[in-house]
């Protein structure tokens, strides 16, 4: 599925029946190819989200450790999924992020998503639209430049879903 990343092993075969140990695990993560607008996500099947977590204690998962209506919801979590808890005591920068092809002529997209943080104050979700060719680095913040455009403010401390909408030019 592109936009997910796998681990793999590798041993040799030794062509006498034997086999070396296995070395790993590796990571590869298919590139995404980009989803056309219209689009909508509940997130109860795999869409080609790219999570980009690495070694980060606080990370993004797909999972039934929260929901806003369906069974499964993209969330931050320091269990790997099984539960939408977090550390508040390490500073963690994770990104969830996926491709879109905006349709030829637009000139403004609605964007609406539901959130919601029970973090400290300190902890907040930002929203980006960037050029797909940004390079997303986990640990890292994306930062306003040309063609990178933080989407409403620093979203947190709302302990209940609410929906956001914006339209983008």
């Known amino acids: 599925t592109p936009g997910i990343t796998y681990q793999y092993y590798v041993r040799a075969d030794c062509n006498d029946g034997n086999y070396s140990i296995w070395s790993g695990p590796f990571t590869y993560t298919l590139p995404q190819v980009a989803t056309p607008l219209n689009f909508t996500d509940g ?3 795999l869409t080609g989200w790219t999570l980009n ?6 990370k993004w998962a797909v999972g039934t ?5 369906g069974t499964h919801a993209l969330y931050i979590t320091d269990t790997n999924g099984a ?3 977090y550390n508040n005591a390490i500073a963690s920068i994770s990104h969830a992020y996926k491709d879109f092809v905006i349709p ?3 000139t403004q997209v609605d964007f609406t998503f539901d959130w919601r943080s029970l973090g400290e104050t ?3 979700l930002r929203v980006w639209t960037v050029p797909a060719a940004t390079v997303i680095t986990a640990g890292g913040a994306i930062t306003p430049a040309v063609n990178k455009i ?3 403010g ?4 709302i302990p209940n879903f609410i929906t956001q909408n914006h339209t983008l030019n």
Request: glycine share 14%; hydrophobic share 25%; proline share 3%.
């Open 43 to 45: 997130f109860e099947t």
């Open 83 to 85: 539960t939408n808890t």
């Open 53 to 58: 977590n690495t070694t980060q204690p606080n």
């Open 150 to 152: 933080q989407v409403g």
């Open 154 to 157: 620093n979203l947190t401390s």
């Open 122 to 124: 300190a902890d907040y």
């Open 65 to 69: 450790g929260i929901n806003n209506g």
């Open 104 to 106: 030829a002529g637009a």
